[in-house]
């Protein structure tokens, strides 16, 4: 399982995590509302199952 997909080196504001997520939300916001409900429901059926179920609802 991937728990990290990406790390971040810290700036002297202490919010370069944020600022990352900020960037990751504006690039899921810019496709389309479709693709983003199925990614939304892919994973909130994932967190249902188990780790199997859940991969395989994934890939689909």
Do not use: C, F, W
């Not at 990406?6 to 389309?32: M, P």
């Not at 479709?34 to 909130?44: D, F, G, R, S, T």
Request: aromatic letters at 2%; hydrophobic letters at 45%; zero cysteines.
């Amino acid at each position: 399982i991937l728990l990290v997909n990406e790390v971040v080196k810290q700036n002297e504001q202490l919010n370069a995590a944020y600022l990352r997520s900020l960037e990751i939300a504006h690039e899921i916001v810019q496709q389309g509302p479709l693709a983003v409900q199925m990614a939304k429901q892919a994973i909130n059926k994932g967190l249902e199952v188990d780790l199997q179920t859940g991969l395989d609802v994934e890939e689909s």
